[in-house]
């Protein structure tokens, strides 16, 4: 959590310190050499390794480096003749814990030094209360650095969990656009292929034959230029600023333009879901569903309509097509524990945490019904 600059700091902030004591030690009354000076002289030297040695940051030797800081915190308490040596010691000690360290790690360092202080402090000496203060306010610290590095855990995970589903969502809309690409255009362009080889042998041989297989060929280009507008248009992503009730309403109209199936809309008054990702994956449903009608159920009708069922915003799609492969009304589970209907379909709605119903009564029609929480 804590960043390079900030472990650098402590680092030269721990130099500053040593090299202070040291050169301060002169001064002091009854200075020479003993245990204290030698002991500052290996601090120093310390202090002067950790800041070339960038191995410190890691766990076992920063803990190294907190044991060897509270036993100069001790020294500089118990045995330095420097009155501010000791506070200054503490306050780094203090603030390298709960900058380095786990707050359980901070709760031990500072009970231990309010233990040493509370023992080497003569009754009625020192500002006791101000130690407790500084004592408290790394513990606090601590907690709230702790608190904060959960919740960014949190939203770390949480975002790669978005990822993958994003990633999943955009792999399962490439495999359904070339599904669609394969099983629509590009079988047309094969037929016309082909056709276009019987046009050119039948002009070596039966030239009426041949103006009939062209008059034909054109029809199959109607076809293939409605087709590819309905694709290309199931693509476009929804304008902005435009309802959910006015989208479906403009793509009721162009799927009767396109592929000359009539086409009707109905509305109650509704209240667009207050995520747009709602909307745009309710509107690509429909745009698979009157996809599906369309090459599938040879339907000559289209019905559909958006409504409001309880807390629930409801979309319906009714045709009077071939319906599906099986007969009666399922519920999303009972399709996938048969493993039927539509596949990417059960999927947005799924994603959505709605509810799909489908109604199939062959060579009658079939009906689509999604429900989605507000």
């Known amino acids: 959590?804590?960043?390079?600059?900030?472990r650098t700091a402590i680092r030269v902030t721990r130099?500053?310190?040593a090299l202070s004591c040291l050169a301060w030690y002169p001064f002091t009354p009854g200075a020479g050499i003993s245990s204290s000076l030698v002991f500052l002289i290996a601090y120093a030297i310390f202090a002067v390794g950790t800041l070339f040695e960038t191995r410190f940051d890691s766990a076992?030797?920063?803990?190294?480096?907190?044991?060897?800081?509270?036993?100069?915190?001790?020294?500089?308490k118990w045995l330095l003749p420097i009155d501010w040596a000791s506070a200054l010691a503490y306050g780094f000690l203090l603030v390298s814990a709960a900058m380095l360290h786990e707050f359980v790690t901070v709760l031990v360092v500072a009970g231990l030094a309010m233990l040493l202080i509370v023992l080497l402090t003569a009754p009625g000496g020192g500002l006791i209360w101000a130690d407790w203060a500084a004592a408290g306010m790394a513990v606090a610290f601590s907690l709230y650095k702790r608190y904060l590095e959960r919740r960014m855990s949190n939203t770390l995970r949480y975002n790669m969990i978005v990822r993958s589903q994003a990633?999943?969502?955009?792999?399962?809309?490439?495999?359904?656009?070339?599904?669609?690409?394969h099983?629509?255009?590009?079988q047309s362009f094969i037929s016309f292929q082909m056709r276009l080889e019987i046009v050119r042998k039948l002009f070596g041989r039966d030239i009426d034959a041949a103006g009939d297989?062209?008059?034909?060929?054109?029809?199959?280009?109607?076809?293939?230029?409605t087709e590819l507008r309905s694709f290309v248009r199931s693509m476009r992503p929804v304008e902005e600023g435009v309802s959910l009730s006015a989208s479906l309403s403009r793509m009721a109209e162009q799927f009767q333009r396109d592929t000359g199936i009539a086409a009707s809309f109905a509305s109650a008054e509704v209240i667009d879901p207050p995520q747009t990702e709602v909307s745009l994956e309710l509107l690509q449903i429909v745009r698979e569903t009157l996809n599906n009608i369309h090459k599938h159920s040879?339907?000559?009708?289209?019905?559909?309509?958006?409504?409001?069922?309880?807390?629930k915003l409801e979309v319906r799609a009714?045709?009077?097509?071939?319906?599906?492969?099986?007969?009666?009304v399922f519920s999303l589970e009972e399709l996938e524990l048969l493993r039927t209907g539509p596949v990417s379909i059960k999927r947005r709605v799924r994603m959505l945490g709605g509810e799909l119903v489908v109604d199939s009564r062959p060579g009658q029609g079939s009906s689509l019904e999604i429900r989605v929480p507000l």
């Open 1 to 6: 959590m804590v960043p390079y600059q900030g």
């Open 15 to 17: 130099v500053v310190l």
């Open 60 to 76: 076992p030797r920063a803990i190294v480096a907190l044991v060897i800081d509270f036993a100069f915190f001790m020294v500089s």
């Open 167 to 181: 990633e999943g969502a955009r792999e399962a809309e490439r495999e359904r656009i070339a599904a669609d690409f």
């Open 183 to 186: 099983d629509g255009p590009l």
């Open 213 to 225: 297989e062209l008059r034909q060929l054109q029809e199959l280009c109607r076809n293939q230029v």
């Open 298 to 311: 040879g339907a000559s009708r289209v019905a559909l309509m958006l409504g409001k069922n309880g807390q």
């Open 318 to 328: 009714e045709d009077n097509g071939g319906g599906f492969p099986f007969s009666g």
